[in-house]
């Protein structure tokens, strides 16, 4: 049984990654969404609760695709679940370097393949990081992430209890 990882912080998910898991879960038959635990990037907007109640919802569509968190090597992660490929979305040439390093890496390190799909050209500018800042400055994020998860952008921001609050 083909499975596939598509990983990510997801924080939170958009229209982006959605179109990404969906292709993917035509093309394995299951398909694990992987939510990082302890990104080193930023400080993260949602708590792991949240991101993972905003995929279930905009996923619930999707028989043959899971939500589960990882932490420590994305490869490790695979190959505890039995994962034989990672699939990630490239939006532009500038995704691609680092990309390419991070599959050449996994691959060495235990042999994993990871798969590239091409963004959408609806969504190639789309990144969750992109749609945090937008939002928290008031701009409107509508058509970049579903409904809900825009809504929560909204109460976030304009409702108090947020990171700017
Ligand atoms: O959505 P993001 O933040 O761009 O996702 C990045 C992610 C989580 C896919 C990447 O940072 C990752 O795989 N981290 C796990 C740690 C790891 O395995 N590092 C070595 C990569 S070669």
Redesign the pocket.
């Known amino acids: 049984m083909a499975t596939a990882l598509c990983?990510?912080?997801?924080?939170p998910v958009t229209l982006g990654?959605i179109d990404i898991i969906e292709r993917s879960a035509r093309h394995f038959e299951r398909v694990i969404v992987?939510?990082?635990r302890n990104?080193?990037?930023t400080q993260s907007l949602f708590t792991l609760e949240e991101r993972q109640e905003m995929l279930a919802e905009a996923l619930a569509h999707l028989g043959n695709v899971e939500i589960a968190f990882?932490?420590?090597?994305?490869?490790?992660?695979a190959r505890d679940n039995g994962a034989d490929a990672?699939v990630?979305g490239l939006r532009a040439v500038s995704d691609f370097d680092y990309e390419l390093?991070?599959?050449?890496?996994?691959q060495r390190?235990t042999g994993i393949d990871t798969f590239f799909l091409s963004t959408s050209p609806l969504y190639s500018f789309l990144?969750?990081s992109l749609v945090r800042e937008v939002a928290r400055f008031g701009g409107d994020v509508s058509g970049m992430v579903p409904g809900h998860v825009n809504q929560r952008l909204l109460a976030r921001f304009t409702g108090g209890g947020g990171e700017d609050s």
């Open positions: 990983p990510g912080s997801f924080d990654h992987a939510v990082i990104p080193q990037k990882f932490k420590g090597l994305l490869v490790e992660f990672i990630k390093q991070m599959a050449q890496m996994n390190l990144s969750s």
